[in-house]
């Protein structure tokens, strides 16, 4: 699993990518009414060499632009899992690239000029589903963690307990003592602050320990 920072620690940020100067401040100028801090890239290369993906947020791409395009660049994110979701925006309508970026991943495709009002709400959504997303994963990294700093023999009861089977049943499967499936299923569940074999099945799912 690649490591993840606290998404929290970081303010969201919609970086805009588009070689033209006023496009960029225009668009910075409209989501910064609201409250949306922005960056600005006049090229993918430019974006992809100097942007920090730590921080939250979206991308506003252009689809003509000198040396990489917006589909070239698209591309190149999905192939390096970068997880910022993309808003597509053209000065030419093409229902055909519009379905083959939407195909590939973008959440939206407008025509240049948007209405400002569109591409604030739009931003600011998918501003905030990149940021739950991402406190997902990073709580999902951190319980994770929990689960491996267990010894292997917790880990191998904790599975059986998820089963729903009985400390008995357990310890005849693992030949070992009855009471030392409990110290031992005692202090997993105590190091992962749950108590039932219904927690236990809950947790190992979330992690992806379980099918």
Known sequence: MKALVNPDL????????????????????????????????????????KDDLRYPGCIILDVRMPGMSGPELQQ?????????PIIFLS?????????????RGAKDFYEKPVEPEKLRETAARLVE???QARRKQYETQRL?????????????????????LSNKVI????????????????NACHKLNIRTALEVHQFLTRIGELD
Request: glycine share 4%; charged share 30%; net charge negative.
């Open 10 to 49: 970081y303010r969201p940020i919609v970086r805009i990518i588009d070689d033209e100067e006023t496009v960029r401040n225009s668009e910075a100028f409209t989501l910064r009414v609201v409250g949306l801090e922005t960056a600005c890239y006049a090229t993918a290369e430019e974006f992809l060499e």
């Open 76 to 84: 190149e994110i999905n192939k390096r899992g970068i997880d910022l």
């Open 91 to 103: 000065a030419h309508g093409n229902i055909g690239l519009a379905v083959d970026t939407l195909k």
């Open 129 to 131: 589903e990149n940021l």
């Open 144 to 164: 994770h963690a929990q689960y491996e700093a267990l010894t292997n023999r917790e880990r191998m009861i904790l599975k059986l307990v998820a089963q729903n």
């Open 171 to 186: 310890a005849d499967q693992l030949q070992i003592q009855e009471h030392t499936v409990k110290i031992h299923r005692g």
